[in-house]
């Protein structure tokens, strides 16, 4: 059973960084689509940025060059710096993961895949 365990959120200027981390058990490197998503109360679930099976990453487009997804030598841990943060960046940010490739597009770890797997979220308020 994959499991996912994230920490690292809290309360940031605008303008400011937070790494999150999520260290996760379960599943095989390479062999599973890894990644973040987001969701705020009243909206959908989106997907932030995502690591496919060759380690190639993606990232939607209100993220892309200020986040970052990566893992650690030991493939147990996901992170994502996230720099220059705005208020729109505020939401419950969740470690998610299924088996196999990623899909081409960019709600794919919302839940478009069966055994897609999230972690308990950790909340980031970006707030002056």
């Known amino acids: 059973e994959v499991q996912w365990i994230e920490s690292g959120g809290g309360l940031v200027q605008p303008g400011g960084s937070l790494r999150l981390s999520c260290v996760g058990s379960g599943y095989e490197y390479g062999s599973y689509c890894l990644g973040w998503v987001r969701h705020v109360p009243g909206h959908d679930r989106g997907e932030v940025a995502s690591?496919?099976?060759?380690?190639?990453?993606r990232y939607s487009d209100t993220v892309k060059g200020r986040f970052t997804v990566s893992q650690d030598n030991a493939k147990t841990t996901m992170y994502l710096q996230m720099n220059s943060l705005k208020p729109e960046d505020t939401a419950m940010y969740y470690c998610a993961s299924h088996p196999g490739q990623c899909l081409d597009s960019v709600q794919d770890l919302t839940g478009l895949m069966p055994k897609t797997t999230w972690g308990q979220g950790t909340q980031v308020t970006v707030s002056s």
């Open positions: 690591i496919d099976t060759d380690g190639t990453s």
